[in-house]
Every structure is written in C-alpha cells, then in structure tokens.
C-alpha cells in the first residue's frame, strides 16, 4: 500500500527567518507539545514548563517590537506559528494567542515609559497574560461592563467581576477594562494589572467539554489598587482599545482554529489509508475521498482568507471585516472537519483512543471564544451596509 501520511503543511512564508522559525515551531511541537497532549487535557494539567519554554525562545512576543524583547515578525508569520502550535495542542496554540492579545494593549497604546518598564519582561521573561473584558453579564454586549474603577489620589481603586477569563488565577500580569466614567462604550478605561496584586482573585476553573487543559475561570476584583502609572490610554479610551485588541485576536483564533482541523484532517488521512474493508483501505471509496476532498479544500480556503486578513494588517490597511470572516469561516470550518474526521474514524472516532473526539470537542470553543460567530456575522454585515438602525 503507498505511503499516504500526512505531510507538513507547505507554507508560502516570506522570509529564510520564517521558514527558519516554523522549522523550530514544528520541531518543539514534535518534542515538547504533541505526545503529552491527550493526557495532559484528559486529566486537566496546564502545561506552564511549556509556555516557559516557548518565552526562553522568543515565541512569546512574535509580533512585537525587537527594542521590548518581541520578535518582529508580521502578522503573516506569527499566525502560521499559532496555527502550527494549536495544531499540536489547542491549550498552547489559543493560550499564546490569549497572552499576545493580553499585551497588545500596553504594546499598542502604552507609553514609550510603561512599555520600556513592562513590556520585556510580558515578551520575552516567562510571563503570562490575561485579557479581561467580559463579565457575568456583558459578554457580547461588553459595552455594558460593570467593573468600575474610582481615582485615589494618585492610584485607581478596581472592583468588580470579569468572567471566561483564560488563564484565570494563573497569569502574570492581566489587562482589565473597568469603569471610569459614564454608562456605554465611552467611560471605560485600560489598566495593566499585576497578577499578584492584594484583592485580586479567581474562582474555581470551569468545568468546559474540551480544552481542560487550559485553565478559564472568574477573576474578581476586590478593591485592587493600581498607580495612575498602570493606566494604558487616555480615560475612557479602553473600549476602543478592546475592541481594536480584538480585531487582531479573532485573527489568533482563526489560525488556531485551522490548526486544530488540519490536525483532525491529517488523523483522518492516517487512519482512512491504514484501516481496510471490504479487501481495500476505506480510502479507496469513492465517498470518503470526497468527504477527505472537501475537509482539505475548506481548510486550504480558511488559510487563505486569515492570511489574507494578516497580509492586510502587515500593510497597515483596515482589516476588521476581514478578521470577522476569517474568525466566522474558520472556526466554521474546525466544526465541520473535526465532525467529519470523527465520521471518518466510526466507532473508533468516538473513543479517548484517538484524538478525533478531543479535536471535535475542542472546536466547538472556538465558536464562542472572542466573539460568537453570531456577533461576526454582525461585523461583517455592518462593514456591507452600514449600522442597524435604533
């Protein structure tokens, strides 16, 4: 029987130091990341040594500025790293995605003097970060928010709640969007809040279906005091920050998205062209290379839309329409490619024994996480026709 095992992804990267970093992506995946990933999310262990190493290597801040210890890589290429990560094990793939969007505030928005003070030790110091948006009750109406903070003097005491956080109760350093003003979108400000600051919390972890591994829980807020020093932006400019952040973060979870279905897509492939029926391996049937067929095709185009959008970013050209599909299509397309891969796979796809499950389960998140698709689909549409009436 010929040898049809999955090959390596064949990437169109831009630079020899790109090819060159995928080629060390892929080697520690192989390593450090893949063969404990089974039983690590079954029983729910965070792989911290991991992120530790992924820091010592300079894949913490790929797409920050090299001056506060990033990488300097375009989006281009830092999405093809998560994709190359999540692919491996969607717990690190989404948590550098969910550490890059909690920096992206002080890194977009900060001061020459707050990023010179925190940002290398966030990139590149073993760190870990946590974005902190939602609340209990204002998920996709984060606008609604309910945490406040009151100026002290020189310092801003937080108080509230904030909900889904990944990373809750064991990131480093967290990026908080409170209330400092008026109801709606234009009385909400950005602070960077340390990990161990006196009043700050978190809940139990939640009990989810599928990346267990990594850690989502509430992060309460009992009267934190942070110096005016940690405040990133002007007063009332934390909501726009939050949103461009995640403009930029639903491109992370595309990517990561695509990962997880390639990955699905290549077990497939494995198991199709191994198990034999009927005197032949069940590849041969003409329905199941079909249904092989359109798992790669959709794939390939959800590659191309988030590198699209990437590629856009890179020019400095406005994305967030593109990043709105790219999220929608491709976490779509996890869906329905880990669906099929469990198909592929029968009986057996329904078993701990493989990880097509783990894959299915897994994908549903990406669904939810930074906006439901619904709220994409919303995005896209005010992009075509402009804001709904009120």
Known sequence: MPDRAPQPVDRQLPTDEARDLISLVRDIAQREIAPSAAEEEDTGRFPREVFTLLSDSGLLGLPYDAEFGGGEQPYEVYLQVLEELAAARLTVGLGVSVHT???????TYGTKEQQTEHLPAMLGGGLLGAYCLSEPASGSDAA????????DGDDWVITGTKAWITHGGIADFCTVMARTGEDGPRGITAFLVPGDAE???AAVPEKKMGLKGSPTAQVHLDGVRVPDARRIGDEGQ???IALSALDSGRLGIAACAIGVAQAALDEAVSYAAERRQFGKPIADFQGLRFMLADMATQIEA?????????RLRDAGLPFAKQAAMAKLHCTDT???VTTDAVQILGGYGYTADFPAERYMREAKVLQIVEGTNQIQRMVIAR??????ER
């Open 101 to 107: 969007l909690a920096s992206y505030a002080l890194a």
């Open 144 to 151: 609604s928010l309910r945490t406040k903070a009151v100026r």
């Open 199 to 201: 009043g700050l919390s």
């Open 238 to 240: 934390g909501f726009a």
């Open 302 to 310: 959800g590659r191309a839309l988030y590198l699209t959008a990437a």
């Open 334 to 336: 996890a869906m329905r």
């Open 383 to 388: 992009h075509l026709a402009g804001p709904e």
